[in-house]
């Protein structure tokens, strides 16, 4: 990921919230983002439906997404901008960004480059496990693969650079 270091609560286009009404029924994108300046991001594959990923984007990965056509986050590990595919080559073009009804959610419809990956862990989804149900009430629940194999070797993509899952 090659990271660019802006202000997470840089000023940004967006029309002020300003009743309730305009911003469920108006047509003026006004965005609730959080404390932190976010707002959480689903992104899907435009063509089977598929969840790739769950990012946060500030306002500016907001705008930048509307005005390039290609999905840019805010990481929360790395504190900075990304574009994604930027490093990987999996870029994700736009095909439709949606808002939700009280505008606190972004939906991401997407085209993938390459392989169609989107996980950092080399899998097509981050979201490349279920949860078994059932299980015994006193363990842990244990997690199933849904994904036969990876989709690339992290090390070959990213070679060095750090992990950006946090423990």
């Not at 290609?70 to 999996?90: I, P, V």
């Not at 842990?140 to 690339?152: D, I, M, W």
Request: proline fraction near 5%; charge should be negative.
């Amino acid at each position: 990921m090659r990271a660019e270091h802006t202000d997470p609560t840089a000023s940004t286009p967006f029309a002020a919230r300003t009743s309730v009404e305009q911003v469920e029924e108006g047509l003026d994108l006004a965005p609730k983002f959080d404390a932190d300046g976010l707002i959480p991001c689903i992104t899907t594959d435009a063509g089977t439906g598929e969840v790739l990923m769950l990012a946060y984007m500030n306002g500016e990965a907001l705008q930048r997404t509307i005005t390039t056509g290609e999905a840019h986050y805010w990481s929360r590990s790395r504190q900075c901008l990304w574009r994604k595919g930027a490093t990987s080559g999996l870029v994700q073009e736009t095909v439709e960004l949606r808002i939700d009804d009280d505008q606190d959610a972004v939906w991401l419809r997407v085209k993938v480059a390459g392989s169609g990956a989107s996980c950092h862990v080399g899998y097509r989804s981050c979201f490349y496990r279920s949860v078994e149900r059932g299980g015994p009430a006193d363990a842990p629940a244990r997690l199933v693969f849904t994904e036969s194999g990876k989709s690339f070797d992290p090390k070959d993509v990213y070679g060095d650079a750090p992990n950006p899952t946090r423990l």
